[in-house]
C-alpha cells in the first residue's frame, strides 16, 4: 500500500511538472524530500537501530560484536546480553530488543543480574588484548538503564601497585546481592562492596581466572583456573582455603549445583568434571565433546546440567547419574556462554562465531528463537550512492548490504582465504574486492556474479582503487612494492609501477590522470597513469603512511599516520598543515564532496572531524568501541557513515559544522530567497552544494530539506 502511494505520488508529480514549470519544479522538490524522508521512515521499522545512539547519530545498523556475557533476569523475562557497543537488553520469550546500554569505552565483556533483579553488572575490556586500558565494571539500573556507578581502581591503589584491572572476563553476583565478584584478565580476583562501590580485596593474583561462582550461603567463591586447577576461597578472609585438581588442561567453566552439593567444571581437555562438595573429590568425568568446553550451567531445579564449547554442541546430562540426557545442535560455530532461565525451562546460548543468540526449550531440545545482527565485519565500502555497503564477513566471502532497509542483498562467494579490501566502481555496478588468497576479484552488484579474476599478484592484496571515470583499477599488495594497472572491462593489465616501499595506500587523482600511493618509506608518489611515469615524490612524515586521499577538486592531498592528517599541495607537493590527532591503524580517510571537511578514524575508536579551511577540529564523534574501517559523507555534506567491524553509523554533522552551505545569499536563515538564487543558476557550476559538478534539482532539493535553519 505505501508502495503504491509513492507511485501515485510520482505520477501526479510528473504530471505537474509537465504543465507547471518553475512552479512545480521547487515543488516537486519538496514532495521528493516528503516521498525520500516517508521511505527512510518505513524502512527503518527495526526499532533497534535507534536504541542507545551515541550523540550525533542518526541510526546505527548491527548490534556490536558478541563476547559471550549473557544472564537471565530473576523474574525469566529479560536476557542482558555483552557487546562491543553495550549491554543488550532482550525480551526473553520473543528476542525482541529492549533496551541498549551504552557507556563503556571499551567492548562489554560480562554481564550478571543481582539476586533481587534491579541491578545489572556488566565488565568491559578487549578480551584477547587488543588495545588495553584500565577496563570498567559499571552498575546500571536494570529496568530504566541508569548508570549507577564505575567500579575502578581505588585512588589509593597507585598505578604501579598492579597490573590493573584489564578486561572483565566473568561477573557473580553473591546469593544476597551485597558482594560482586570479578575475574580479570591480569590473573586477580577482586570482591566489591555493591552498596558502597567500594573495592574489598583480591583473591587471587596469578594463574588466569576464567569463571568464578558463589557458594549457595555465599561464603566460598570457586574459580576455575588455567593452571588446570579450581581454587576455592573464603569470601570474609579473601583467602583460599583448598585447590580441586582433576582436569588435565585449562579450566574455562565452573558451575554450583542450586544446593551446593555439587560442582561441575569444563576446560580445555574437552571434559566435564562433576565434583562432590563435601569430600572435595571428582565424582564422574564426563566424556562426549570433541572440543574445548567453554561453558556449563546448572538447572535451577539441579536435576540437570548443560555443557558446550567449541564442537558447536550443547549437552544435557541428568546431575544424578552423569547420563547424557540431549544433545542441541542448531549453531554453525563455537558456542560461547549457556545460561538456563530461572524456571529451567530455557536455555540461552551465545556464538562469537556464528554471530547468534539462540533460546532452546529444555525439555524438547527444540530451538525457539534465534536473535542475530550481532555481525563481525571486515573491510566495508560504501556505494557511490550510500546506498549499499559491502562488507567482509565471513571467512571468504563478501555481504552487500542495503543501508535504507538493513537487509542482506547478496552474499559473494569465490575468494579462497580472508577478504581484506573492498571498492566500488565509480558508477556502482563493479565491485572489486582483494583477499589474502592473493586474487582480485570483480563482481556484477545487480547480480551478484563474479565477472572476472586477476591473479598477478604474489602476496595479500591490501589496496585496490578505481580512477574516477572507472577505466582503470589499480592493486597493491602487503609486502610486495608493486602497484598493478588494470583494464577492469577486460581484466588485463595495463601496466605495472615499482613504489619501492610495501603494505600502501592506493589513490586516484579526481580527473583519473595520476594514481598516488604511499606506504611505509612515508614517502607520496604520483604516476601518470598513461605513461607510467613517476612525476611527483613527497617526503611525508618520518612515520608509515596509513591512507591518502585526494580532495574533490583535486588541488589538496591529505595523508594519515599515526599522528594525524597531513594536507599537501598537489600541484607542488607543499606541505599546507597537519590536523592533529591520534588517527587510527586503517587506510580510510574521506573527504566532503565540496572538500571542505575532512574525516579520519581515531586510534581504538572514534571519528575526527576536521575543517579543511580553518585547520579546526570540529567534533569527534565518540560512542563506538570498535575503529572506523571504512568512511563517506553524503552528498549533502552534512551526513557522515562510518563502518567499523561491529556496525554501521550514520552521522548528523550539521550541529558541528561551522559553515550552512545551504544559506547561499549568506542572509543568516536559508529561506526562499536561497532557493531562487540556486533555481537561478541551474546548468551552472556554482553553487554546486552536492558537489556533482553542476548546479540542478538536486542542489534545490538540498536547500528545500534546510528551509527555515
Known sequence: MKTNRRCLLMNILSTSVHFCGAIQTLFFSLVLLLIA???LSNAYAQEYIQIGLPTGAKYRIGKGILHGGIAYSPDGTRIAVASSIGVWMYNAHTGEELALFTGHTEPVLSVAFSPDGKIVASGAGRKWGWWKEDSEIRLWNADTGEHLATLTRPPEIPKGAEIGQLDVWELAFSPDGKTLASASSDGSVRLWNIETGQYRSILEDGPFVASIAFSLDGKTLVGGAWDYTIQLWDVATGLSYATLEGHMDRVHSVAFSPDGKTLVSGGWDKTVLLWDMDTRSVREVLTGHTSIVMSVAFSPDGKTFASAGLDQKIRLWEADTGKLRATLWKHTGSIDTIAFSPDGAHLASTS???ETIRLWETDTGEQRTTITGHWRLGPAAFSPDKRTVAIGSEPEAIWLWDVGTDRKLATLAGHTKDVTALVFSPNGSTLA????????RLWDVATGKLRVTLEKHADTVTAIAFSPDGKILASSG???????LWDPETGTRRSTLNT????????????????????????????DVNTGELHTTIDGDRDSIEAVAFSPDGKTIASMNGHGVYLWDANTGRHRTTLWGRTGNYSTLAFSTDGSTVAAPQVGYGVYIWDVHTEQLQTILTGVTSEAAALAFWPDNQNLISADYASILLWDLAPFLTETPWDVNNDGVVNILDLTLVASQFGQKTPDLNGDGIVNILDLTLVAQHLGE
Open 500 to 527: 619501492h616501499t610495501a603494505g600502501i595506500s592506493l589513490a586516484f587523482s579526481p580527473d583519473s590522470q595520476s594514481v598516488m600511493a604511499a606506504g611505509g618509506d612515508a614517502q607520496i608518489r604520483l604516476w
Open 37 to 39: 524522508f516517508l521511505s
Open 352 to 354: 562469537y562465531d556464528d
Open 433 to 440: 574486492s582483494g583477499s589474502r588468497d592473493k586474487t582480485v
Open 478 to 484: 602487503n609486502t610486495n612494492t608493486l602497484i598493478y
